[in-house]
């Protein structure tokens, strides 16, 4: 069953405040926390801090910048109290995950300046995880989260990082706190919220890997589909996506975006890149569409805007669409986009929509 994330925040703070728990009569000021510069009090209120700001982004619906308030904590508070701010704070995360509508999106810097209630809840549990671990590393205490939540994590906000053996090494080596065989130290890091287009009637919804994993077999990755959806391309290309990502190839900007319609939020097929671009600055691209969905110039609006963004990017000069030689509706909907036939084969009809300047 799909979920958006509350249950995993309460399971991460609940894991959290129990390692907290145990330990409270420890000097927390006087220790490092890991590999961080703060000691392990300032860790752990910096983890109530990002769970209450991330409640307080997506409650707010901000879009513009993070919402001015600051968590403080009353004068002489102790380190048993620490552990119960932190479980109030996932409380009101895990709230407002709950209460946000599907299509609300809120400002984080990384990487597109916005993230869903999904992303809010992989941010929440990724603080959590972490800097209990970095907490308990200080202290010298064993520490170990439940896979799952690893998994959560990793197939939402670390799309271009291969999967590892096990879910959290794989997480602390892909945020600089451990090793992994065979991968080279990461010294730089940052997680990856899904990026979302925008058109007059549509929103292009980045598929995470745990959506294609999803949408590859019967799920409906999250989304609300009109009838009939998804298509059987959407769930092709969907199981590319996550071979994609469990190759370590994939990059998230070039995979599948579903296409939502604006006016009830339900999404009606996608679109995407069959990969990255070619040396030669070409991409290509395909989609799919529900069959209640055609003929309002839905595939038009959005591949002309997929494209737009596709030529924006210095490494693409040409995006590429093969297409049936019998499927007139899709050929039709090329040529409205702009696109140019410029090859065939006895199966296919190859187009191309150039960088303007480009012959």
């Known amino acids: 069953m799909w979920t958006?994330?509350?249950?995993?925040?309460?399971?991460?703070?609940?894991?959290?405040?129990?390692?907290?728990?145990a330990v409270t009569e420890r000097d927390w000021e006087g220790v490092r926390a890991?590999?961080?510069?703060?000691?392990?009090?300032?860790?752990a209120v910096h983890i109530a801090e990002d769970l209450?700001?991330?409640?307080?982004?997506l409650a707010g619906r901000e879009q513009d910048g993070y919402s001015p308030f600051e968590l403080s904590m009353e004068e002489d508070t102790g380190n048993e109290d620490v552990p119960r701010v932190?479980?109030?704070?996932?409380?009101?995360?895990?709230?407002?995950?709950?209460?946000?509508?599907?299509h609300v999106r809120a400002f984080h810097p990384y990487p597109f300046r916005s993230a869903n209630r999904e992303g809010f809840a992989a941010m929440g549990v990724a603080e959590v995880l972490l800097h209990s671990h970095d907490i308990a590393e200080g202290l010298g205490v064993p520490y170990e989260p439940a896979p799952e939540l690893c998994g959560f994590v990793l197939t939402r906000l670390f799309p271009h990082v291969q999967p590892g053996p096990t879910p959290w090494p794989t997480l602390l080596w892909a945020t600089g706190r451990g090793e992994l065989d065979g991968r080279a130290p990461v010294t730089q890091w940052r997680w990856s919220n899904n990026l979302v287009i925008g058109t007059e009637r549509l929103t292009l919804e980045g598929v995470t890997p745990a959506a294609a994993a999803d949408?590859?077999?019967?799920?409906?990755?999250?989304?609300?589909?009109?009838?009939?959806?998804?298509?059987?391309?959407?769930?092709?290309?969907?199981?590319?996506?996550?071979k994609q990502y469990e190759d370590g190839v994939h990059r998230p900007e070039w995979g599948t975006y579903a296409l939502v319609?604006?006016?009830?939020?339900?999404?009606?097929?996608?679109?995407?890149?069959?990969?990255?671009p070619d040396g030669a600055g070409r991409v290509e691209v395909g989609y799919d569409?529900?069959?209640?969905?055609?003929?309002?110039?839905?595939?038009?609006?959005?591949?002309?805007?997929?494209?737009?963004?596709?030529?924006?990017?210095?490494?693409?000069r040409t995006v590429v669409a093969n297409v049936e030689r019998d499927n007139l509706p899709s050929q039709n909907v090329l040529a409205r986009a702009?696109?140019?036939?410029?090859?065939?084969?006895?199966?296919?009809?190859?187009?191309?929509?150039?960088?303007?300047?480009?012959?």
């Open 338 to 359: 702009g696109f140019t036939q410029v090859a065939e084969d006895p199966e296919h009809l190859t187009y191309e929509l150039r960088e303007p300047g480009e012959g």
């Open 34 to 43: 890991g590999r961080l510069e703060w000691d392990c009090r300032e860790t």
């Open 289 to 316: 569409l529900v069959e209640g969905a055609r003929g309002h110039g839905y595939a038009t609006e959005a591949l002309r805007a997929l494209s737009a963004w596709a030529l924006e990017r210095d490494e693409v």
């Open 86 to 102: 932190i479980g109030t704070t996932g409380a009101l995360l895990a709230a407002a995950i709950r209460t946000a509508p599907r």
């Open 261 to 276: 319609r604006r006016e009830d939020g339900r999404a009606i097929g996608a679109m995407g890149f069959h990969g990255v």
């Open 4 to 21: 958006t994330g509350a249950e995993q925040v309460e399971q991460a703070v609940a894991e959290c405040v129990g390692l907290l728990g």
């Open 215 to 242: 949408l590859s077999t019967i799920g409906d990755g999250g989304f609300e589909w009109i009838e009939g959806g998804p298509m059987e391309g959407t769930r092709v290309g969907s199981g590319l996506v996550y």
């Open 52 to 57: 209450i700001a991330y409640a307080g982004q």
